[in-house]
């Protein structure tokens, strides 16, 4: 129940809060981080994705020896592997829980430790 005493006192506080606001900036992505349609070697089939992590793409590969190049981040040297590797699973909303390996070295990624 809210009383009297209670109203002035979130009353007061809501006025004593600073203003926030809730317009949103309009951001433009740089022109060198854009998207870029090129040209790739033979023999590299249509629809898999290649991640070349020492320069920051990754590359869509798509019909007629062409890939679309994006800009990503790629972790941190010495935790990720190459190789080939499949997707086994594509969902809209996936369940992700982090790895053994990634609780041991951070243990704030643990989402059982409360």
Known sequence: MLNRRHFIASAGAAIAAPTVS????SYTIPEEHMPVNVRIQKGIPPGEIHVDPNRYYLYWTLEKRRAIRYVVGVGKR????SGTFTVGAKKEWPSWKPTEDMIERNPYYNPDSG
Do not use: R, S, T, W
């Open 22 to 25: 809730l317009a949103k900036e």
């Open 78 to 81: 010495g935790l990720y592997e």
